[in-house]
């Protein structure tokens, strides 16, 4: 779908890979809803993107969630971002904690696309776009809940987009490897073995251009050789597993999870 002149709603705003998309989809000509919890990082965002609007929303909370898809009102495309980090083992999460995960980072997006979605099928035009990761291709250990929600949300769009296809209505799901220089892993402080190379904000903001400006189905945003990584992971989770644990890859995780525990 174009961007231009179309109202996007974008989850996540706040966030690190959220800003650059806010000023990719801008950049564009896309009309923005930008939502967050930290009003003081949306308010100064909505002032350099002239014309976007702001709504501060909590996406765990139920209600908060219903007033969202209400005061949005007409929305051609959305972008559901936001997430929860939810890095670590399972018993480390309190059921309260496990909760949130599920509803920031699965429910809501759930919620927002069965609340938007009707309307973009009445007019034959619209376009969801959903951010997972390459954690919702391959499953790590440590990650459980993180891998939950990310498989999640792949199995979700790949319906919806069979489901919606003869409507005219678009769905993409972004799988962003890690992200240098900001947003949750950079934040996280974990260093990567020489090798294992990153892409920044501003390649996932262009992943998200062209997948809602093509309709393409699901875009990986991480180098040749991670993606391939991925794919072995995807073919044979046994192999994959054991390669991870050679390779010292669940230092990485442990170190990823302890600099996102203030996130949960
Ligand atoms: N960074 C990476 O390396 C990487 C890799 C793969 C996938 N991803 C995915 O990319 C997306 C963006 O991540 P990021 O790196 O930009 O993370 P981030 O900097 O931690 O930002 C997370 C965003 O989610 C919002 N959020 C969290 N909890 C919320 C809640 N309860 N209610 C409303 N909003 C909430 C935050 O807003 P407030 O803080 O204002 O509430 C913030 O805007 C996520 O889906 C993430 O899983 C990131």
Do not use: C, W
Not at 123 to 129: D, F, S, V
């Amino acid at each position: 779908v174009q961007i231009s002149g179309s109202t996007v709603l974008l989850t996540g705003a706040t966030g690190g890979l959220g800003q650059a998309i806010a000023r990719a989809l801008h950049a564009r000509g896309g009309k923005l809803i930008l939502t967050g919890r930290r009003a003081d990082v949306l308010a100064p965002l909505a002032a350099e993107l002239d014309g976007s609007r702001t709504l501060t929303i909590d996406l765990s909370d139920p209600d908060e969630l219903d007033s969202l898809t209400r005061e949005a009102g007409d929305v051609d495309i959305l972008v559901a971002n936001a997430a929860l980090p939810a890095s670590g083992k399972l018993d480390s999460f309190s059921v309260e904690e496990i909760d949130r995960a599920l509803a920031v980072n699965l429910r809501s997006p759930i919620v927002l696309a069965r609340a938007l979605a009707p309307v973009m099928v009445s007019r034959g035009r619209g376009h969801l776009l959903f951010m997972s990761s390459l954690a919702g291709k391959t499953a790590t250990p440590g990650s459980s809940m993180y891998n939950a929600t990310k498989f999640g949300l792949r199995g979700f769009a790949a319906s919806l987009r069979a489901e919606l296809r003869e409507q005219d209505v678009g769905v993409s799901t972004i799988f962003p490897g890690f992200i240098r220089d900001a947003g949750m892993f950079a934040e996280s402080g974990a260093k990567l073995p020489a090798g294992v190379g990153t892409r920044s904000p501003v390649d996932v903001a262009r992943a998200v251009i062209s997948a809602i400006e093509r309709n393409r189905g699901e875009v990986d945003v991480a180098p040749v050789h991670v993606r391939a990584a991925t794919l072995i992971g995807n073919l044979a989770p046994e192999v994959s597993a054991a390669l991870t644990r050679r390779l010292g890859g669940e230092k990485i995780i442990t170190d990823i999870a302890a600099g996102q525990t203030d996130k949960r």
